[in-house]
Structure formats: structure tokens, C-alpha cells
């Protein structure tokens, strides 16, 4: 077990003797350990090897055995004991917003509640505020906490994190006294969901800025208000964290808040090998206090001065970046010049063709892909081959009208059979510029028929993108089971594209693949899969999941003239 995992068990041993009414004493040294713990720069294995855990300021003789099992083994027979001897109810009465250890067993001791229903009931009946030290007010904050703690137990789409994070952004920069501010955090490294928003500001006034921040309107509820710290939540649950610090600490800050943990281990080894630690606050020598005055004011500053190039927020994923000498060029958005797998209102769409051309013009695109889908998604209003041949001609003749500096391309989405074969004759798949194919149905095939029917579809000569190819809806579904691997193996042999579905809900194919992938020469198409004008925004998120997947232009069709486009699809 890693450090990190050592500390939240011990802050949760902490919370579960104050539900027992321990000893404070006793509760005071877990508490203060997991502190110790956490702040501690120097390598955990290191400590234990030596023997030297005990001699950490805050770490007592009775924490050292427990952290050193926790390490070697990940268990805790204590640990274990602890949590089976409190009722489970009681242990969820902690996810409510403001309650405590103390307060849940207070609440019990004094009306007898062993779950959150129970609770509920009893806030409902105006137990609650009859409790000393609880009143009207409490009560009716545990009641709200209640009806929202399912929302606030979940993640957040990217698209719709970032829309909120954008305003407050904006908000914290035109404030006086604000020197800088930044979005940190996993929307700042582009993943597809986040937990909470992370806001980093510098500034030597710190009391403004949070009373702006937690008095936002949108704010539902402020959960804590410090300082240098607060957080907030909004309707939808989403938290979101504000840090104020030093102007001279900003750059630290930053970085510590924006890496991943596995990034931020992997940095904090490099600078105790140049002799220092690493931490929020600065770059300190060894033995030494406080943080050396180093000349550090931005994020390249401090990876120049550990001997690397500056590694952009997306790639902070402990996967490698540390052991690059370049920084590759990565996709932009702005190298985009046109995109693939729309739908018109002839299938499930909502805008016709003169709208969708509209729309991709108005984003400065040179062409459009429209691929609405086949006759086997009926909830779709899926196409048969007549009417596949009757968008085709619609196509072309919106083409010859030139009334659209937009050239657009005919295609079509076409099913992934259960057996493998499409859902549309071969003569009709030869008149459309291109084609993608996606499985819409039969979900739950055992992995080997999975892989075997989207593979057969991937070597049919008819077949130039692979749609969404797991099937996943982030928060939603869970992927189906396939073999991605061999299907990229095939995509490759057959020169067929996979794409980045750029829908905020598919995000699909996981950028975790694409780094080795597109080495190994798999061509990347980003698709919105827009069913609205709007909907072709989309292609940004899809530039984000390339951009985490290590993508350089030249290895995404997107990034390619209409002409070198009809080349590929053979036109």
C-alpha cells in the first residue's frame, strides 16, 4: 500500500474511534499521524527499510507497526476489527456534508439512529433540532446533505465540469489583488470525468477572494471557508476546491495540484535525486526548513530546473513524461479542418444538411462527414439501402449547388451485425464516400464473439472507420467486452481508421490506447457524432482525448485537406 492509501486509512481510524467515543488522546495520534504522514517528503519504503519511521516527528511508537503493515501488506487486522464493530449506517452518516465522528455519535446516543433513513426520519420529525448543539439550522443542512448525497458521491463529464469552471475562472482573474489564477486538477489534465474543480490563485490578499468565490450564486452549498482553503458545491453536486497562496509559491502549487499521483511521485524522486524535496510549497535543500529561493515563478521554470522540457497538463499521468528529452507535438484544435460521423435529420438528427454545412462553416471548417445511421437501428430511424442512395444524391447535389464553401462528404453509420456481417448491401456501401461502421446491439456477446464480429467487419473492403469502438457511455455503461488489442492489430492490417468519439458521454477510444497504437502506424479520426448543429463543438473533447493519447496532427485524418481526405477514402 503507497503512502497516500496509509494516510486516508488512518484519518478513517481517526473518525471511527471518535465514533466509539475513544479516547481523545487516542484519536488525537491517528489524526496527527495521517498529518505526519502526508506532509512527509522523505521515500516511506526508504524510512521502513532503515528503521527510521519512528524517528519522524508525529509518528509514534504505536503508529510504526501499523504503517508498516499497512505498507507491506495493504491490510490492517485493527483497521479490519475497528470498522466491523460500527453499524454500516453509521459509517454513511459521514458522507453527509458538516457531520463529523462526534456529531454521528451523538446523534445516536441521543435518538438511537443506525442509518441514514433513520436519520432522515428523525430530521423530518424535528428530533434533530431539539439536540443541543444541533437547531433548526443543522437539521435542515443534514436534510439537504441527505437528498443530495447521491449527487454528490458522483463524477462529472469533462464538457460539463468545464462549463462551469470556465466562468469562476474568468471571475477569479479580473479580481483585485489577484495576481494569478488557474484550473488544476483532472479537468486541467483533460480526463473524461472529474471528481471536483481545483482553482489555484496567487495572491497576497487572501480574505476577497474566497468571500467572492464562496458567495457565488450558483454556490448551493459552502462546506468549509478557511483562510487559505475553501470548498463549495453546486446544484448539480459537484464540489469545487479554491487554494490561495503566495504569489512565490503559485508555481508549486500549480504543479502539485494539476499531477497525477503517480506524476507527482515520480517528480518528487527526480528533485531528492538532485537534493531536494518537493512539495506544494516550493523545492527545499535537504536539511533545511523552508524552501530555497530558486528563481521558480512558472511550471517550466520548475521543470527546467529538475532537467526537463515542460510537460503539458495532459501528459501528467505517470505513464513516462518524465522520460522524455522532447516534448511531442501534439494535436490542436486549431489544426482541425473539418470532421466525420454526423447524423442529419434523416435519421436521428436534428438538423438537415444545409444546417449541419452551416454549422461546420461557422467553425471555420473546410469539409463535413455525414454518416447517418443503418436500417438496423430502427430507434434510430436507421436508412435502408434506398433511402441510403437517396441521402447520397441529396449529398452530391448539395455539393454541385455551391451554395457552401463546405464540401461534404457522404457516409453512413452502419450497423456491426451480431454475426459480424453490415447491415447494408455491398452496391450500396460503394456509393457512399466512406463508411463507419459501429455495433449498436447484442451488447453482451462473450468477448471472443465480440472481437471475432467486429473484426470480421473491420476487413470488409467497404470499411474505412471503426465507430466508438467499446461501446461505453461514461457514468452510464460500462464497456462491452472486447479484445482491443487484436481489434487494433486488424484496424492496422486493413488500413481503417478508429476513432475518437468525441461525444462527451463516449469519449471512445480510451486515450490509454492510443500512445502505443498510433506508434505502431493507427490512423485517428475525430468524430462528434453531433445530432445537432451544436453537437460539432464536440470535436474539442475529442482533441483533448487525442492530446492525453500522445497524437501528433500527422497521425489524425482531421488535420488533412479535403483533397489528401478524398485520396483516402479513394475518391
Known amino acids: 500500500m503507497d503512502k497516500a492509501d496509509i494516510v486516508g486509512v488512518l484519518e478513517e481510524i481517526a473518525v471511527l474511534l471518535e465514533l466509539k467515543g475513544e479516547n481523545p488522546f487516542k484519536i488525537r495520534a491517528y489524526a496527527s499521524g495521517a498529518r505526519a504522514l502526508e506532509t512527509m517528503e522523505a521515500d516511506l519504503a526508504v524510512l521502513i527499510a532503515e528503521g527510521q519511521l519512528g524517528s519522524m516527528k508525529g509518528i509514534g511508537s504505536a503508529l510504526v507497526d501499523k504503517i508498516e503493515t499497512l505498507h507491506a501488506s495493504g491490510e490492517l487486522p485493527f483497521y479490519d476489527k475497528l470498522k466491523a464493530s460500527i453499524a454500516p449506517g453509521l459509517i454513511e452518516m459521514l458522507e453527509i456534508p458538516g457531520l463529523g465522528g462526534k456529531k454521528v455519535k451523538r446523534l445516536h446516543d441521543a435518538l438511537e439512529v443506525e442509518s441514514v433513513a433513520a436519520l432522515k426520519a428523525a430530521c423530518e420529525a424535528g428530533r434533530v433540532a431539539g439536540l443541543q448543539g444541533f437547531g433548526a439550522k443543522s437539521e435542515a443542512k443534514i436534510l439537504s446533505g441527505i437528498e443530495n448525497r447521491a449527487a454528490y458521491a458522483k463524477r462529472h463529464l469533462w464538457w460539463m465540469a468545464n462549463e ?65 482553503k475553501s470548498s463549495v458545491r453546486f446544484e448539480s453536486g459537484l464540489q469545487a476546491d479554491l487554494r490561495v497562496v503566495p504569489p512565490e509559491q503559485f508555481a508549486f502549487a500549480l504543479h502539485h495540484f494539476t499531477g497525477s499521483k503517480e506524476h507527482n511521485v515520480a517528480m518528487r524522486q527526480r528533485a531528492l535525486a538532485a537534493g531536494y524535496s518537493l512539495s506544494e ?93 443503418s436500417k438496423s437501428s430502427v430507434q434510430a430511424n436507421g436508412l435502408n439501402d434506398a433511402r441510403v442512395l437517396k441521402m447520397v444524391e441529396s449529398i452530391r447535389a448539395f455539393n454541385e449547388s455551391g451554395q457552401s464553401s463546405v464540401h461534404v462528404f457522404a457516409g453512413i453509420e452502419c450497423d456491426i451485425l451480431p454475426d459480424g456481417s453490415l447491415d447494408l448491401e455491398d452496391a450500396t456501401l460503394a456509393a457512399l464516400d466512406y463508411a463507419v461502421m459501429s455495433v449498436h446491439s447484442a451488447f453482451s456477446q462473450p468477448e471472443g464473439e465480440m472481437t471475432a464480429r467486429v473484426i470480421r467487419a473491420i476487413e470488409h473492403p467497404a470499411t474505412t472507420m471503426l465507430g466508438h469502438p467499446t461501446g461505453r457511455l461514461l457514468l452510464r455503461r460500462e464497456p462491452y467486452r472486447i479484445d482491443l488489442e487484436k481489434v487494433i492489430d486488424a484496424a492496422i492490417a486493413n488500413k481503417v481508421i478508429i476513432e475518437i468519439n468525441a461525444n462527451p458521454q463516449r469519449l471512445d477510444m480510451d486515450w490509454r490506447h492510443w500512445r502505443r497504437a498510433a506508434e505502431r502506424g493507427l490512423v485517428c479520426a475525430i ?37 489528401a481526405v478524398k485520396e483516402w477514402f479513394g475518391g
Open 164 to 228: 462551469r469552471a470556465v466562468p469562476i475562472l474568468e471571475g477569479l482573474r479580473r479580481l483585485s489583488g489577484v495576481e494569478r489564477a488557474e484550473v488544476a486538477g483532472s479537468l486541467r489534465r483533460l480526463m473524461e470525468t472529474v471528481g471536483d474543480l481545483d482553482f489555484i490563485v496567487a495572491s497576497k490578499e487572501p480574505e476577497p477572494v474566497m468571500d467572492w468565490f464562496t458567495g457565488l450564486p450558483e454556490v448551493r452549498e459552502v462546506t468549509a471557508k478557511g483562510q487559505t
Open 281 to 373: 510549497w516550493g523545492l527545499t535543500k535537504k536539511d533545511e526548513a523552508e524552501p530555497a529561493a530558486l528563481g521558480i515563478s512558472t511550471e517550466k521554470d520548475l521543470f527546467a530546473f529538475l532537467g526537463l522540457p515542460e510537460i503539458p497538463p495532459e501528459l501528467r499521468e505517470g505513464l513516462g513524461e518524465l522520460e522524455i528529452t522532447e516534448v511531442p507535438s501534439l494535436l490542436d484544435a486549431g489544426a482541425i479542418r473539418g470532421v466525420f460521423h454526423n447524423h442529419t435529420n434523416a435519421s436521428d438528427g436534428r438538423a438537415t444538411i444545409e444546417e449541419m454545412a452551416a454549422a461546420a462553416a461557422a467553425l471555420g471548417f473546410e469539409y463535413l462527414g455525414l454518416a447517418d445511421h
Open 527 to 563: 468524430n462528434p457524432d453531433a445530432h445537432q448543429t451544436s453537437g460539432l463543438g464536440y470535436f474539442h473533447a475529442g482533441v483533448n482525448i487525442a492530446r492525453k493519447g500522445w497524437l501528433a496532427p500527422a497521425q489524425v485524418l482531421n488535420t488533412r485537406s479535403a483533397k
